[in-house]
């Protein structure tokens, strides 16, 4: 009887202890992946703001004379990824928990996004720092006011997963690289991307990178670019649903311009070079099928493609390129044959002489040994 | 002038008779100079031009990086490569003066005894024969060696112009001989640096340390050795043919000047075979035409409702107008579900009464309102245009009538 009593005095609170702590353990899991970091809502709830906010055309003109629109709308911010998640707007507009609100210290637009997406880096810290090494982060620190920080690509209020569809990706870079997009638009991986949603292609980022967005201005992207294709092109299973040879970046290392870039690379990355790179012949965003009349690699357009680096080149001389063949019987068969000739060739001349210098050196050691041994007998 | 200051080259003697033996003369020393020469310019070249071969191969790497880059590595193997055939053009001047002048026998033609010398051997290697063949000046293993230098060279000068000169080439072959040019400078160089390794370096270094190509004799035992015949030859005194120094003298006046206008077209030939193209553009081709920066218009946001403009006929009276421009202006923080501030611009009541600094309407002292001072401070979201302060302040100077 006692014992039961125990159990009851004992086992019921431990049990609830119990149940409390996985509670509590499985809120903290909860809070920890995005919240952590995020700071705290300072007990002003959205609905404070947006009795305000809400109402249309909210604007106040800056001393630049520009007009800072202050309306949200609700449905946008509570369909983004933060309004899902149930942040508060103070947990990004910290300074802006009482009113009146303290007055404005940015002059423009810009000035006044540029103070505000400080507020990311609070949650997004890593990302901010993957940033800090893009041409966009350092055109910003060179004094480009226009240089993209996290709102001008992800949005403020209205943030949705940025590849949702994934061909939103070049989009979103359209929105200040517009004649790249166009270009890329029309290339074999912009047309498939954005026309059928072809998700083997690359988008802007696989190539340039996400937030450490680098391209021909940090030059090492420049050099270790023919790396960046190849890491499609060498892929067997993925070349080989469209019927694309694997054997692109091998062959180009194998000539003279792959092996001088490649070591370029290994030696000094940061060096400038006028051998080519893939983009160099193939095109920069504008790369086509090699069947495509307008590609800059098939045969009726290759003299000129070299011509941009041998202007003194004539009919014949793009020939000298393999055109990412390994010399075979059909495909450039001189090549072919004297490579053939020389597996030849040299295995049977030092054959030959080996014969030679190891029969040679044995009749010296027999005669020798012969030798000492009649010295011996003498 | 004295004679000392004029020192001539003592020719070295051909026979030297040292305590205990006797050497013979095999190389003079510029033939030695040459060797080295070319010894060193056929180093240069095979290892600059092997690790450009095998350029991926780690020690490749690592020979590249301590020369100093790629660059570095063409430009060394290119003046080796000059070097060399430099040699080649002095090669073929002194060869036509030992054959032309002096009239030497053409030692190194290489004929059917070679071949017979050659089956000899391997006959006596294998225990078939007693003795070895008897050979001359140059053994068939020596004829071998020389030849082999020369049909190589050929090669490495022709696909070395085809690579260096790809432009000029591509204009009378076709294209696909570049690579093909490539390949074959390639193998050939693999064989003979092999070849030199497994034939030369056995030859003269492994099966006996051949001192000629450094002082310049072999001794009469190394002769009677590697070359019986000759060593005949020599004490018969018939080695060389009996020279009439006169007409060696005439057979000079026409050698030299012949040979110097051959040497100077060669000369050319490897000038131009230098400088014969400029193959690629040395400058960074311009970047497509592409702006980097190309902004589309931003999105237009959307456009404020209108306000209600103050129409000069307002009645400056709060149910004639005045309530109506608060309800567009400030309703949306001070209206009666938000009342920020404690104001509520709502109805005349409250606005009277202010909020929480104060009323927000004193009748007949605007500058006692709550609502002029905050607004003629400006900067005030929901900010009045000067016009409408302008009416809102006539409009409390006259007592802030209600209608």
Known sequence: MKRKHLFIILGIPGLALFALFLSLDRAAAELEQPASGAPLTGGVDNETCLACHSVPGMQMTLPSGEILYLTVDRETYNNSVHGKGGYACVQCHTDLTGYPHPSLTAATQRDFTLELYQSCIRCHQDKYDATL?????????????????????????????????????????????????????????????????????????????????????????????????????SDQELMAKYGISTDVFDTYVSDFHGATVVLFEKTAPDQETNKPVCIDCHGVHDMRKVDDPESRVIKENLLVTCQRCHPDATTNFPNAWLSHYRPSPEHYPTVYYVNLFYQIFIPTILGGMGIFVVLDGSRRLINRRRERRHERNQ | MSETSKPKAVPEPKVLEEPGERKYLRFTRIQRAEHWVFMASFSILGLTGLVQKYASARLSESFIAGVGGIENVRQIHHIAAIVMMVVVVYHLGAVGYRLFVRRVYPTMLPGMHDVRAAIQSLAYYLGLRKTRPQQGRYTFEEKAEYWAVVWGTVIMVITGFMMWNPIATARFLPGEFIPAAKAAHGGEALLAVLAIILWHFFHVLVKTFNRSMFNGYLTEEDMLEEHPM???????????????????????????????????????????????????????????????????????????????????????????????????????????????????????????????TGPGIVPGDPDASQVIVKQAAGGHPGQLSPDELVQIREWIEAGAPEN
């Open chain 1, 133 to 233: 090494d893009s041409v966009h982060q350092k055109a910003l620190a060179g004094g480009n006011k226009e240089a993209a920080v996290c709102t001008d690509c992800h949005g403020a209020h209205n943030i949705t997963p940025p590849d949702e569809p994934r061909s939103r990706i070049p989009k979103t870079c359209e929105k200040c690289h517009s004649q790249i997009f166009d270009l890329y638009q029309d290339s074999v991986h912009g047309a498939a991307l954005i026309g059928e949603g072809n998700p083997d292609v690359p988008s802007c980022i696989d190539c340039h990178g996400v937030h450490n967005v680098s391209g021909p201005s940090n030059q090492p992207f420049h050099l270790y670019s023919p790396q960046i294709c190849a890491r499609c092109h």
């Open chain 2, 230 to 356: 000759e060593l005949a030859d020599i004490k018969a005194g018939v080695a060389e043919r009996p020279t009439d120094p006169a007409k060696v003298a005439r057979r000079r006046q026409t050698f030299f000047p012949v040979y110097a206008v051959f040497a100077g077209l060669l000369l050319l030939g490897i000038f131009a075979f230098v400088t014969f193209e400029q193959t690629a553009l040395e400058t960074i081709p311009p970047a497509d035409d592409v702006e980097v920066f190309a902004p589309l218009p931003p999105t237009p946001l959307p456009t404020p409702p209108p306000t209600s403009t103050p129409s000069a006929d307002l009645v400056l009276t709060w149910d004639g107008g005045v309530s109506e421009l608060f309800n567009s202006k400030c309703s949306a923080c001070h209206g009666s579900a938000t009342q920020l501030g404690g104001l509520n611009l709502s109805s005349y009541a409250t606005a009277l009464e202010g909020g929480d």
